[in-house]
């Protein structure tokens, strides 16, 4: 204590200004010597881990995935084109992105205005904007 005592003394500092000045001194130094003893520990020399392989299988195996995720619904769809003006609420619901609630939409819709000119005009059902239409418009037909 003779040294926080002469330190107060010289700056003229009070005991918390002290307390911190010693503690923050303290982690300094733990700071320094961690850095020190990692600096000069030696490792056990194997090389780090080399993860292009494993990244190699992952991204084969997403694509697999990828594939074998669509839907069973799409994959039964395939090239055949689903009609908007003609399809039943359940055809409707095999698309991507179309749930039940835009299905009862696509039919409200073709019931108010009549059938659909030209399938861009799906944009105008609510709910359906741009990314969507773009996800819809390889599916989708209108004759």
């Known amino acids: 204590m003779k ?3 002469r330190l107060q003394e010289y700056f003229s500092f009070t005991k918390n200004e002290q307390k ?5 001194s303290i982690v300094f130094l733990a700071g320094v010597a961690i850095k020190i003893y990692k ?3 030696t490792t056990d020399g194997t090389p780090p881990f080399d993860y292009r392989q494993s990244d190699s299988m992952f991204t084969e195996r997403s694509k697999e995935l990828l594939n074998d995720s669509l839907p069973s619904r799409l994959r039964s769809i395939g090239s055949k084109k689903i009609n908007i003006n003609t399809a039943s609420k ?3 619901m095999e698309l991507p992105g179309i749930g039940e ?5 696509i039919l409200l819709y073709r019931e108010e205005k009549g059938s659909f000119k030209s399938i861009a005009e799906m944009k105008k059902v609510k709910g359906v904007g741009e990314k969507k239409f773009e ?5 989708i037909e209108a004759q």
Do not use: Q, S
């Open 39 to 41: 600096a000069y520990v």
């Open 90 to 92: 359940n055809e409707l």
């Open 101 to 105: 609630a835009m299905a009862d939409r």
């Open 20 to 24: 911190i000045l010693l503690f923050l």
């Open 135 to 139: 996800k819809l418009k390889p599916f």
């Open 3 to 5: 040294f926080l005592r």
